[in-house]
């Protein structure tokens, strides 16, 4: 027996995210607690501040807020799911002694980014349409929604791996997650409103800029922090 | 090769689990690990493979042709095959898309998924369409078995390998372990007498 090579990183990952959308798509678990819990908050956001409700000047800073809350409650109902499910179905082990710790957080990195593009691609034109919220900038507005996308992603696939092996999962996922995601949000909510307002792209970019440097820090930061995540 | 332990030590708090334990495992061997419940023979064989850390001591592999100090299981994973009771593999996916999943995170392109789980006596129409919750427990722990030795483990550890199975699935087991002698190393843990009687050397703990 001599030694073998580990497997290469993106080959790898690429086989996580493939069996994850296979498991998922059979289970739909995550995907259904992501789109019903985004459209049940859609129809009351909706009800609540529909076209009518809200003077025109209000429009772009009630409207972007209410829009990321509704994308980063929907990410923090099923996004989780990616490491607490490996954990509580018992194949963690598997999977540990199988893939390598960079793959298998690429892979499930990739996982997360689909399913929340899936659901923000869901969320974002039935919240246009029932607010009424117009877009001045729309190249600005879909960069900060796939930037905003990439950090919450990011961000909380990270803290699964973190809290997956806890008791209280959900409660620690919520207490480690909101302090961890406010930066990106914020930044996601102060572009969105900038975006509503102005036509120029130049106007918003700074906002850009802290969601770039925030999705390049995350990311880094979990790569360099997950093999002692996972192995212990 | 070789697994050299030296001064292994497992605790939980102020309780020791096992240790020091010090053993060397040539290839070719196959060693039982034998005890009474909660003796610790299921820890043992998960700080041996590198899925917990020993809280003193160390495990090396030593490779066929590698000199030195060798490697930890930590840092050579893909040389370790595992299966255990609280072991689990993806219900929502069928057998062979299980072992074709374990083959491509392993970097492997050909699928031998078929071939190993007819030899562990599951035929293709046993498997076929069927996710792997719906077969039965002992068709899983065969399962098991084909997971572990996909990749031609260095070292195969083996916690309570005949559980579930019936005669036949013990005699699968048998050829799993001869097998797995000719190519490395192979610890079982288990009181089960039909499994320690696979072993060349028994440690009792």
Redesign the interface.
Known sequence: MSARAPAPLLGAALAVLRKDLLAEWRTRIAVNALFLFAFAVLVLVGYAVGPTRLAPEDRPTVNAVLLWIVIFFSAMTGLARVFVKEEEGGTAAALRLAAPPAAVLLGKYLVNIVLLFAVTAFIVPLFLVLTSFEIACPALFAVLLVLGCLGLAGASTFTAALVSKAAAKGALFAVLSIPLLLPPLIAAVSGTQVAAREADFSAGVDFVRVLVAYDGVVTTAAFALFDAVWRE | ?RLVVDGLTRSYGARRIFGPLSFEVR?GTVLGVSGSNGSGKTTLLKTL?G?I?PSAGSTKIL????EGAG?GP?D?????G?V?P????????TAE?NLD??E?????ASSRAKDLLAGVGLPESSYSKK?LSSLSTGQRQRVKLA?ATL??P?VLFLDEPSSNLDADGVEVVARVVASQRS??IAIIASNDPRDLALADETLSL
Do not use: K, N, Q, T
């Not at chain 2, 490779?63 to 590698?66: C, D, I, K, N, S």
């Not at chain 2, 050579?76 to 370790?80: G, K, N, S, Y």
């Not at chain 2, 491509?104 to 492997?108: L, S």
């Open positions: 090769m290839g493979s899925l850390r490779l066929e042709g590698e490697s930590r050579v994973p893909w040389c370790i595992w255990a609280d072991l689990a593999l993806y219900g929502e996916l898309e999943f374990f491509r995170v392993r970097g492997r996710s997971y990749h031609d260095a190519r490395g």
